[in-house]
Nanobody, 123 residues
Framework: QARLVESGGGLVQAGGSLRLSCTAS????????MGWFRQAPGKEREFVAA????????FYAPSVTGRFIIARDGAKNTGYLQMNTLKPEDTAVYFC????????????????WGQGTQVTVSS
């Protein structure tokens, strides 16, 4: 399995932007989809966005629709999550994942996970 490595997290003021990257190292990203999830302290890991790796179809949680954009570059084995108009409630550890089939917005359908990157949005 490819190892997934996230980068790009950090501290940003409300209304600002960040771009997260997720690179598959060691092997080609061969999963059906790349998903992004986030987990805030004391809360369950929740779906943020996903992209089907071959066709490029994208899916978003209602809370981020219109603010976040997911994309991928197959040649670089890298996926991206562009986060705009960030809000304090977006503060969480963000994880990328590889897997998914017909269902792509559930933690349980992903086989590989990155280590996570912290995103903190100050008010």
């Amino acid at each position: 399995q490819a190892r997934l490595v996230e980068s790009g997290g950090g501290l940003v003021q409300a209304g600002g932007s960040l771009r997260l990257s997720c690179t598959a190292s060691g092997r080609t990203f061969s999963y059906s989809a790349m998903g992004w999830f986030r987990q805030a302290p004391g809360k369950e890991r929740e779906f943020v966005a996903a992209i089907r790796w071959s066709g490029g179809d994208t899916f978003y949680a209602p809370s981020v629709t219109g603010r976040f954009i997911i994309a991928r570059d197959g040649a670089k084995n890298t996926g991206y999550l562009q986060m705009n108009t960030l809000k304090p409630e977006d503060t969480a550890v963000y994880f990328c994942a590889g897997g998914g089939h017909d269902i792509i917005n559930s933690v349980s359908v992903y086989d590989a996970w990155g280590q996570g990157t912290q995103v903190t949005v100050s008010s």
